[in-house]
């Protein structure tokens, strides 16, 4: 009796392990089918660096250059803003602040972390847009540069915690052998303990960008969605998520336009999955 | 010459009396080898001297320790550090090659000219006994040296910062017995340069390398004398039971 009910609980826990691959092998294949079937009409080649993304007039003009470089713009900004304030503030709380402002700051971040990002996005339109505009003296405030500083608050917690994790995880001793040669504590962070946790840290920075780059309500409602190739920071971008999200609702199922935005899903996916994996590398070699 | 003076020195963590009146002096150019059981606060007594007890809550210090004359206490940190080097129980290479690992504390102290620091690297790693074994691959990692080489390694990165004093803190406690002759031997000539306090578990080390001995145990200096003395007619019955290793 008790070996059946072993027997019965080993399957059912199987079952959960098989259950969730299972279910991501049909989500991949689903969006595989679908938007392969884009590459009937359009070379991938035309899809991935064509210039201009009409995917409505006729025939449809389906180039999603702009919109990769929309994604690009406002990551690689927002990992200009967040990383050093990130790995800075992860620095403080390992290494500085006392135990008090240690625990205060934790919370805080955490309590950022919980902020849903449409309300981060809201609050990004009605702050940082018209202040955008009025610094600028630009047209429209609803710019790449706007999507990048909202985005940076969506990065910071996972970057933060997971570097401090890294730092706290390397050795006392490191420290202390540094400290032993007449190292400042400031020296001792800069050439060991960065360094010793360094795998950490890139790992705290790819699953950041990596938050970045699948974000999408914030970046719909702040960067203006123009699909145009972007010249500068100050210019509305849009990106492949607020594509997707922007035009699934009007796409006619199974016409061109819809294969397409599938087939900016799977683009989507090879990025995450790209950082996903680089950031894994990253941890592992730390242990 | 008196390197350091210590007098009537107390080391208090929160409740722990971890050194009780303490008075001591170290000589220039001796090996003092610190000995007792665990808990007796020699490490505490070698982590006051270089002031790396200061990182710990709750420190109550009371009684002075001088440097050449000098209060530590009154001393900037960092200066004191590079005066007197460390060397831990555990050989901790950093994740650099052989030369870098050496290089490190000359590049920190702010030594560019490469001539200079390839020499200040080798001279280091000649006093640590370890040239030979390592000039035809100093680019290699520090991990790929045996313990004993990683622990000799160790001792020229402290050599390197060109300190006056350095502390042991159970230098050979991870190393098998061939390698911690080789770094018995390295110490033993490092004594004509340097002066040298070995905190050691292994009482018959303290007999081969020590000029004196102190002998410690729940934070009192119980005796200090010539090593022979202490291992042939200790004045204290307790020592004489601890090195006879009636406990410990």
Not at chain 1, 110 to 133: Q, W
Not at chain 2, 21 to 46: A, Q
Not at chain 2, 118 to 125: H, Q
Not at chain 2, 175 to 197: C, F, G
Request: charged share 20%; proline share 4%.
């Amino acid at each position: 009796m008790r070996k059946f009910r072993e027997f019965i609980i080993e399957k059912l826990v199987l079952l959960c392990g098989i259950a969730s691959i299972f279910f991501v092998v049909l989500i991949f294949l689903f969006l595989l089918k679908e938007g392969f079937a884009v590459f009937k009409t359009v070379h991938p080649f035309a899809f991935l660096g064509g210039k201009s993304w009409y995917p409505i007039s006729e025939p449809p003009r389906l180039g999603i250059l702009p919109l990769i470089l929309g994604s690009i713009l406002v990551t690689v900004g927002a990992a200009i803003i967040s990383i050093p304030i990130g790995v800075g503030c992860a620095i403080y709380i390992a290494e500085i602040a006392p135990k008090k402002t240690k625990e205060i700051l934790k919370a805080g971040i955490e309590l950022l972390a919980a902020i849903p990002s449409v309300v981060l996005g809201f609050i990004g339109m009605v702050t940082i847009v018209p202040l955008a505009k009025m610094l600028f003296h630009l047209p429209t405030g609803l710019t790449a540069l706007s999507g990048s500083i909202m985005l940076a608050f969506m990065a910071m917690p996972t970057i933060v915690s997971i570097a401090e994790d890294a730092l706290y995880s390397v050795p006392k001793t490191y420290k202390e052998g540094a400290l032993a040669m007449g190292a400042t504590h400031w020296q001792a962070i800069w050439r060991v303990m960065l360094r010793a946790a360094s795998s950490g840290i890139l790992a705290a920075v790819m699953l950041g960008i990596g938050r970045v780059i699948g974000e999408t309500m914030a970046v719909m409602m702040i960067t203006g969605n123009a699909a145009v190739i972007p010249h500068s920071f100050f210019a509305p971008v849009r990106t492949l998520t607020a594509t997707i999200a922007a035009e699934m609702g009007e796409a006619v199922i199974g016409s061109e336009h819809y294969f397409a935005l599938f087939a900016i899903g799977i683009v989507l996916f090879v990025i995450s999955f790209g950082i996903n994996v680089t950031a894994d590398l990253f941890l592992h070699k730390r242990q | 010459m008196v390197i350091f003076k210590i007098e009537k020195l107390n080391v208090r963590f929160g409740s722990v009396h971890a050194l009780r009146d303490v008075s001591e002096e170290i000589l220039e150019h001796e090996i003092l080898t610190v000995i007792g059981p665990s808990n007796s606060g020699k490490s505490t007594l070698l982590r006051t001297l270089n002031r790396m007890n200061d990182l710990l809550p709750n420190l109550r210090i009371t009684g002075t320790v001088e440097l050449e004359g000098e209060n530590i206490r009154r001393m900037d940190v960092e200066a004191l550090r590079r005066r007197v080097g460390t060397v831990f129980a555990l050989p901790l290479p950093l994740p650099l090659s052989i030369f870098d690992n050496v290089a490190y504390g000359p590049r920190m102290h702010g030594l560019r000219n490469k001539k200079k620091m390839a020499e200040r690297v080798e001279t280091a790693l000649r006093q640590a006994y370890l040239w030979d074994e390592v000039k035809d691959r100093l680019h290699e990692s520090a991990f790929k040296l045996s313990g004993g080489q990683q622990q000799r390694l160790c001792i020229a990165r402290t050599l390197a910062v060109e300190p006056e004093v350095i502390l042991f803190d159970e230098p050979c406690s991870g190393l098998d017995p061939i390698s911690t002759a080789k770094v018995e031997d390295a110490m033993l000539k490092l004594k004509q340069r340097y002066t040298l306090v070995l905190v050691t578990n292994n009482v018959k080390q303290a007999a081969r390398v020590g000029d004196r001995t102190a002998f410690f145990l729940n934070g009192e200096l119980i005796e200090v004398d010539k090593t022979e003395k202490i291992f042939t007619v200790p004045r204290d019955n307790r020592t004489d039971d601890y090195i006879r290793g009636r406990f410990g």
